[in-house]
Nanobody
Framework: QVQLVESGGGLVQAGDSLRLSCVAS?????????MAWFRQAPGKEREFVIG???????YYEDSVKGRFAISRDNAKNTMYLQMNTLKPEDTADYYC????????????????WGQGTQVTVSS
C-alpha cells in the first residue's frame, strides 16, 4: 500500500509560479513507480497534466508544455510539480498519482492517489 500526500497549493496571480510536492509513504520502492499529476477544475472532469516513468521519460498535456515541469527525488520519496507562468485556467485541485505496474506507453490508470491540493490563479 502507498500513501500520497500533496502540498504547496495556494492562491497566486496570473504569471506567478508555484511548486507542488507529493510525498509517498509505504512499503513499496518509490523509484520504481510511474508518477503523474492530474487536475480537476470546478465543474470539469479530472484531466492528466504531466507524468514521468521510473526511467525519467516525461509526458505532458499540451497546454502545460513549456510552463510545467515534473521532477522526483527518489531519496526523499517525493515528486514535484513546478508550475510557471500560471494562468487562470490552471485553477484546479491537483492530485498526484502513482502506479508500479509494468505498462506500455503511459496509460492514465493509476492505483494510488493523493487527496489533492488546491491551486487558484487569479487574473
Amino acid at each position: 500500500q502507498v500513501q500520497l500526500v500533496e502540498s504547496g497549493g495556494g492562491l497566486v496571480q496570473a504569471g506567478d509560479s508555484l511548486r507542488l510536492s507529493c510525498v509517498a509513504s509505504g512499503r513499496s520502492t518509490f523509484s520504481t513507480f510511474r508518477m503523474a499529476w492530474f487536475r480537476q477544475a470546478p465543474g470539469k472532469e479530472r484531466e492528466f497534466v504531466i507524468g514521468t516513468t521510473s526511467t525519467g521519460r516525461t509526458y505532458y498535456e499540451d497546454s502545460v508544455k513549456g510552463r510545467f515541469a515534473i521532477s522526483r527525488d527518489n531519496a526523499k520519496n517525493t515528486m514535484y510539480l513546478q508550475m510557471n507562468t500560471l494562468k487562470p485556467e490552471d485553477t484546479a485541485d491537483y492530485y498526484c498519482a502513482a502506479d508500479n505496474r509494468v505498462t506500455d506507453g503511459f496509460p492514465y490508470e493509476f492505483d494510488y492517489w493523493g487527496q489533492g491540493t488546491q491551486v487558484t490563479v487569479s487574473s
